[in-house]
């Protein structure tokens, strides 16, 4: 990461990860083409931080990859306290890790600490490379944030 930090899309993840959403809608606009799906999942993580719920869907809408698409679109609805709607979407994604990071955030929404911790390592444990890089710090983010709204 630290190698290929001066790449828009590694910039941007960067930016993300530390929650600098500023920067990160500066360096979405700077990637080129074959880059469109990464600036979308990134803009629908920033609406989400907004609290641009509205906008984020409609983002989210639009991502080709169905594992993605399902999983904001699951994350959003839990946001928004649509249950039955986030049970129908969760099951529609196919890799555990985003599974075990939804099932974290339902946790910490209702309150159980211990539960929402259990399935955010689950989701650290069963990720890989650039995944589980983003996961670990925006946990460790988060933990060290005093007005803190999401697990992950």
Known sequence: MKKRIKHPYYAL??????KQFEQAEQYAEQL????EEAKKLALVH????KGELEEAERVANDIQNE???YYNQALIALLRGQEDRF???KKKVKKHP???VLEAER???????????????????????LQRY?????LEHQQNHPNRQTFF
């Not at 993840?13 to 530390?18: D, P």
């Open 13 to 18: 993840t960067r930016a993300l990860v530390h």
């Open 32 to 35: 080129k083409k074959g880059y």
């Open 46 to 49: 920033i609406y989400i931080e």
């Open 67 to 69: 594992t993605a698409r």
């Open 87 to 89: 049970e129908n979407l």
């Open 98 to 100: 985003f599974c075990y």
């Open 107 to 129: 946790a910490f929404r209702n309150g159980d600490q211990k539960e929402a911790e259990r399935y955010g390592n689950l989701a650290i444990s069963t990720s890989r490379g």
């Open 134 to 138: 983003v996961l670990v710090r925006s």
